[in-house]
C-alpha cells in the first residue's frame, strides 16, 4: 500500500476539493445492472452492479454516507477502481435513498439500520456472492462495522473482509463536531438534504423544520421520534458501531485522518483496537473527511488503497471466479 502523500495540507481543502475533484468517467463503459432487493414486506433497496471483463476475484458490496447514493461520486470512483483490480462492485441505495422513496414506505435509514443491509447480504449468498468484501464510508462505514460486529461468529459466512474510511464510530461525537463554527458549511448541506427528506417521506410541517439549526436537533426532534427512538442521545447511544468493535471476527481496516473534519480522531482511541486481533487502523496525519487526495499522477489515494489492502487479503487472489448472473 503506497504511503499518503496530501496534495493538501488544510482538512477543509481536502474535504471539499474530495468531493468535486474530477473522476475518470471510465466507469461510464462498463454496463450497470440494476437490481430490487426486499428488505421487509414494503421496502425495496436499489442495488447497482457492474462486473469487470471475464471473470471476477470476488464482489465488493459499497455503502453510501450520511444523504448519500449509490451515483455519489466516491461511490462511482470506488466501484470503477474495484472493477479495474478484477472485482464485481455492487453500489448500494440506502432506504429511500438515490431516488428510491417511493420504494421506502414512508420509512427512511438510520445510521444503525444494519437489518438492510444484512437482507441485501443474505440475497447475495443466496446468488452466490458471498463471502464478498464489504466496504463503508462515513456513517456507511458505522452501519459496516455494526454488522460485522452483530453478526460476530457468523460473520465469516457472509463476509470476506470490512473496510470503513473516515467512518462515524460514535455518533453523538460526530453530530457535536459537525455542529462547531468551522463546520457549519457542512452541517448546513446535511441539514437542507435531511429537511428535504423529511418533507417528501413524512410531510412534515416546513415551519417546523425551519426552526431546526443542527443535525442533533433533527435527530432529536425528528429523526429519533419516527424511527422508534426516544431522542438523539437514544440513537445515538444505541445505533454507534464503537460498542460492537469487541465482536468483529472478519479482517477489518480503519481508513482516518487525524484531521477529519467530522469525525474526531479520539473516537479511534478505544481497547478494541489493541485487543481484537481482526481490527486494523490506518491513520494518516491529513486527509480531511472522505478527501486523502495524493501528490503524484494518482489522486484518488483512498480508493487505491482499500483495493489494494482487499487484494492483498483475497484467499481468492489469483484463480478467477465465474462473476456470477
Not at 435513498?97 to 443474505?122: I, K, M, N, P
Not at 453530530?175 to 452541517?187: F, G, H, M, S, T
Not at 481468492?316 to 465465474?322: A, E, V
Request: one cysteine or more.
Amino acid at each position: 500500500m503506497a504511503q499518503f502523500e496530501p496534495l493538501f495540507k488544510n482538512p477543509h481543502v481536502q474535504t471539499i476539493a474530495g468531493r468535486f475533484w474530477p473522476r475518470t468517467a471510465g466507469g461510464a463503459r462498463v454496463p450497470v445492472e440494476e437490481k430490487l432487493y426486499r428488505t421487509e414486506p414494503h421496502v425495496q433497496l436499489l442495488v447497482k452492479t457492474q462486473k469487470p471483463a471475464g471473470g471476477s476475484r470476488g464482489d465488493v458490496l459499497i455503502v453510501h454516507g450520511l444523504e448519500g447514493s449509490a451515483d455519489a461520486t466516491y461511490m462511482r470512483s470506488m466501484a470503477l477502481c474495484a472493477i479495474e483490480r478484477g472485482y464485481t462492485a455492487h453500489r448500494l441505495n440506502l432506504r429511500s435513498c438515490g431516488g428510491t422513496e417511493h420504494l421506502a414506505s414512508r420509512t427512511v435509514y438510520h445510521g444503525g439500520l444494519t437489518s438492510d443491509l444484512l437482507a441485501v447480504l443474505q440475497a447475495l449468498a443466496t446468488e452466490g456472492r458471498t463471502p464478498l468484501w464489504m466496504v463503508g464510508f462515513s456513517l456507511g462505514g458505522n452501519l459496516a462495522v455494526k454488522l460485522a460486529g452483530e453478526l460476530g461468529d457468523g460473520g465469516p459466512a457472509l463476509l470476506a473482509g470490512v473496510c470503513v474510511a473516515s467512518a462515524a464510530l460514535d455518533l453523538a461525537a460526530c453530530a457535536e463536531r459537525l455542529n462547531r463554527p468551522e463546520n457549519r458549511l457542512y452541517e448546513y448541506r446535511f441539514l437542507r438534504l435531511m429537511r428535504a427528506r423529511a418533507r417528501t417521506v413524512w410531510g412534515t410541517d416546513p415551519a417546523e423544520l425551519r426552526a431546526i439549526r443542527s443535525v442533533r436537533d433533527m435527530d432529536d426532534r425528528i429523526t429519533a421520534p419516527r424511527l422508534g427512538f426516544e431522542g438523539a442521545d437514544h440513537y445515538y447511544r444505541t445505533q454507534s458501531c464503537n460498542q460492537f468493535l469487541d465482536r468483529i471476527r472478519v479482517p477489518t481496516l480503519f481508513i482516518a485522518a487525524k484531521d477529519d473534519t467530522v469525525i474526531p480522531f479520539t473516537s479511534y482511541d478505544h481497547p478494541a483496537f489493541r485487543q481484537n486481533p481482526y481490527l486494523c487502523l490506518l491513520a494518516t496525519d491529513h486527509g480531511g473527511h472522505l478527501g486523502f487526495l495524493a501528490k503524484g499522477r494518482s489522486r484518488l489515494w483512498l480508493e487505491h488503497a482499500i483495493m489494494g489492502w482487499i487484494a492483498g487479503n483475497n484467499e481468492t487472489n489469483g484463480p478467477l471466479i465465474s462473476s456470477g448472473n
